[in-house]
């Protein structure tokens, strides 16, 4: 299960293949079943590849990713311009 948040709104809430993003580390990608990992994202873009093959893209300011067994939470701080993007 992966939720995508920002303070005013819920973006995304369901299951995924696979999330890419950039934290402090460099760029991480979280599949199932990924290990309890917690980080910092800098200002680039999230790539969230869905169940149903679709691939969203939203373009942030930063913000932190929580990682469990079976649940990844992002809260991004603001979406830039046209940040959400199928």
């Known amino acids: 299960m992966v939720e ?3 303070r005013d709104e819920r973006l995304f809430m369901g299951k995924a ?10 760029e991480l990608q979280v599949l199932p079943g990924h290990v ?8 680039g873009e999230v790539r969230l590849h869905s169940e149903d093959k679709t691939c969203l893209h939203f373009k942030h300011a930063g913000g932190v990713v929580s990682v469990e067994k079976d649940r990844t939470v992002l809260l991004l701080d603001k979406l830039e311009a046209g940040g959400a993007v199928k």
């Open 17 to 26: 293949e696979s999330v890419t993003m950039r934290g402090l580390d460099g």
């Open 36 to 43: 309890l990992y917690v980080n910092v994202l800098v200002p």
């Open 4 to 6: 995508i948040l920002t």
